[in-house]
C-alpha cells in the first residue's frame, strides 16, 4: 500500500537522500547545514535515538536544535518497548511518503547501516523462530563460551556478523538459528518492500576520515565531553526507571552496556571509560568495513574543510535544489 501511494504521489523527480558514515563524522552537522540549502526534511537512522532518555550517549541533537529542525523517529519509544530493523522500515517509509508528498527531500542520517539496507532493499523472509534450536544453541554457548559461537556466525555469515556486537547474545543466537534454517541462501532471504523495489530514487552520501588517527582523537575527545555532560547520570537514571532493561537492544548500545557494568560494580571507572572508548572504535570500523563493502555510496572526505560546500554542490548538480 505504502509502495503504491508513494508511487502515486510521485510527479516529483527529487530524490532520498541517506547520509551515513562512522561515528564521530560529523554526520548530524552536515545534515543540519544542508537542511538549511535545500527543502529537506530528516529521518534520524539510529536505533538508540528512537529511545527518550538515550540523549547524551547517542549524541541526539539537544531539544534546541530538534524544535528548530524537526527530525523523524527521534524519542519514539521508552526503553521497555523494543524498536526493530521492520519498525524502522514501516516508519521510514510513512514519513518518507508524507515528505515527498509535499514536494520535500526525504534526508536519512545516522550510524545505523543496517537500517538504511532494510530501508533500500527491504528485509529478508526469514525463517520463523524454532524453540528447539535456540535451546540447543544456547547450551552450546554455555559449553563452549559465546566467542566461540561468534566465531561460528562470522564463518558461516561473515557479512551479516559485521553488524552483530559480539557481546550481543540475542542477535548472535537469532542468526545462528537463521543460519541452521536455510536462511542464508535461496529464498528464506530473498528481500522486498524497499525502496529500490519501488524504484524510487536514493543518493548515497558517505563521510568518512581520511585520518584514521584524528578519528580516534575525536572519538576520546566525544566520550569525554559526554561525562562532562552527565552521561553516568543518564545511565543512572534510565537504571532507576527500567531495572530490567539491561538485556534490551537499547542498552546493548556502545557506551551504555560498558556504564551499566561499571555502576553495577562489575569493573573499574577506569576499565569502563577504556571498554566504552574501544567499543566506540570498533564500531567506527566495522560501520566503515560496511560501507566499503556496499556498491553506490558517493564518499566525500570530513576532514576536508570544504566538505559541506562539495556535498551541496553535488547535491544542487543531483537536481535537489
Not at 534450536?133 to 554455555?142: D, I, P
Amino acid at each position: 500500500m505504502i509502495r503504491s501511494s508513494l508511487n502515486a504521489a510521485d510527479g516529483i523527480d527529487f530524490p532520498v537522500i541517506f547520509l551515513a558514515g562512522t561515528t564521530a563524522s560529523g554526520k548530524t552537522e552536515l545534515a543540519l547545514k544542508l537542511a538549511e540549502e535545500f527543502p529537506i526534511d530528516l529521518v534520524s537512522v539510529d536505533s538508540g535515538q528512537v529511545y527518550r532518555g538515550m540523549d547524551i550517549g547517542t549524541a541526539k541533537p539537544p531539544r534546541e536544535v530538534l524544535d528548530g529542525v524537526p527530525h523523524a523517529l527521534i524519542d519514539i519509544r521508552n526503553l521497555d518497548s523494543p524498536y526493530s530493523a521492520a519498525d524502522f522500515q514501516k516508519d521510514a517509509w510513512q514519513f518518507i511518503l508524507q515528505s515527498r508528498s509535499r514536494g520535500r527531500i526525504p534526508l536519512c542520517v545516522g550510524g545505523t547501516l543496517f537500517y538504511f539496507s532494510a530501508l533500500l532493499h527491504g528485509l529478508s523472509k526469514m525463517p520463523r523462530a524454532d524453540a528447539a534450536l535456540r535451546a540447543s544453541l544456547e547450551q552450546e554457548a554455555r559449553s563452549i563460551g559465546w566467542d566461540a559461537l561468534y566465531e561460528r556466525l562470522r564463518k558461516l555469515a561473515p557479512k551479516r556478523s559485521q553488524q552483530i556486537e559480539p557481546h550481543d547474545r540475542q542477535r548472535i543466537l537469532r542468526a545462528l538459528e537463521v543460519c541452521e534454517l536455510g536462511g542464508e541462501s535461496g529464498a528464506a532471504t530473498e528481500r522486498s518492500g524497499g525502496l529500490m523495489d519501488a524504484d524510487v530514487p536514493v543518493l548515497k552520501l558517505s563521510l568518512f576520515m581520511s585520518d584514521r588517527a584524528v578519528l580516534h582523537e575525536r572519538i576520546s575527545h566525544r566520550f569525554k565531553r559526554m561525562l562532562e555532560q552527565g552521561f553516568l547520570e543518564e545511565v543512572k537514571n534510565l537504571r532507576s526507571a527500567f531495572p530490567e532493561a539491561q538485556p534490551t537492544p537499547a542498552m546493548r548500545s556502545v557506551g551504555y552496556q560498558q556504564a551499566w557494568h561499571y555502576l553495577d560494580g562489575k569493573i573499574s571507572r577506569q576499565r569502563f571509560e577504556e571498554d566504552a572508548q574501544t567499543a566506540t572504535r570498533r564500531l567506527a570500523k566495522r560501520q566503515l568495513t560496511w560501507l566499503r563493502n556496499d556498491p553506490g555510496w558517493i564518499w566525500f572526505d570530513a576532514l576536508n574543510p570544504g566538505v559541506i560546500g562539495a556535498t551541496s554542490r553535488f547535491l544542487a548538480s543531483a537536481g535537489c535544489g
